[in-house]
């Protein structure tokens, strides 16, 4: 089965940087991605990891180690636009179907202050 | 925009009814996944199809079916209503099965706001 663990809820001020972990277990393993979620909106795609190591996209960094099952997304000079929660998502064989797919951590909750 | 659409943005029903949801993912996308997402729950997979053809199921109800038409839209069936389905009921597409060798992303529709009263 799949299991992915990521904070709750964090706190930022604008301007600052803020790393979100996630840690996660699956079989299969066959990429990792983050997307974003304003309130009541559809998810977003950020960005997506399948070796180890970061990938850098503007103000947004992801990484990857694949031996430790971990992950972070990295937010650099916060704006207020980046409260949103951030979910992370495995893609691995989900059991039971012989096919890949991706589970989603529940999301990590990110209140960017002044 | 996704370029993935849903049909309707909200719905209010009563328990023991009916409703479907539809989709159309974005042009040219073959696969279409169905994802639940309830306040105290992350998005949880429920069914996907592929060109037409069920490709994998998820944590689905049995109260609960979908199909995919030959034009590659989806609707998903709800039926016997409970309080406990209120939920976003988001549809995505991506262009091909994911464990391919791009990325494989999805990309998602606004989503249907059901709530059961």
């Known amino acids: 089965g799949q299991n992915i663990d990521q904070p709750t809820e964090m706190t930022a001020t604008e301007g600052a940087i803020v790393q979100i972990n996630c840690t996660y277990q699956?079989?299969?393993?066959?990429?990792l991605f983050w997307y974003q979620q304003h309130a009541g909106e559809a998810p977003t795609f950020l960005s997506y990891n399948v070796l180890d190591g970061l990938e850098e996209k503007g103000r947004f960094s992801s990484f990857l180690s694949r031996s430790k099952g971990y992950s972070y997304l990295l937010l650099k000079e916060l704006q207020m636009k980046d409260s949103a929660s951030y979910l992370c998502a495995v893609r691995g064989l989900y059991s039971g179907a012989g096919s890949y797919q991706l589970t989603f951590g529940k999301g990590t909750k990110l209140s960017v202050i002044p | 925009d996704s370029g993935v659409t849903q049909t309707p943005k909200h719905l209010i029903t009563a328990t023991g009814q009916r409703v479907t949801l539809r989709c159309s993912p974005r042009?040219?996308?073959?696969?279409v996944y169905w994802y639940q997402q309830s306040l105290d729950q992350g998005l949880q997979f429920l069914i996907q199809y592929y060109n037409g053809e069920e490709r994998a199921k998820g944590n689905i109800l049995e109260r609960f079916s979908a199909q995919q038409f030959p034009d590659l839209h989806s609707e998903l069936n709800l039926s016997s209503l409970e309080l406990g389905d209120s939920a976003l009921y988001f549809c995505?597409?991506?262009?091909?099965?994911?464990?391919?060798?791009?990325?494989?992303?999805?990309?998602f529709g606004e989503g249907s706001r059901l709530t059961v009263l």
């Open positions: 042009s040219g996308d073959l696969s």
């Open positions: 995505a597409s991506s262009a091909g099965l994911a464990g391919g060798t791009n990325t494989g992303e999805l990309f």
């Open positions: 699956t079989s299969g393993f066959n990429g």
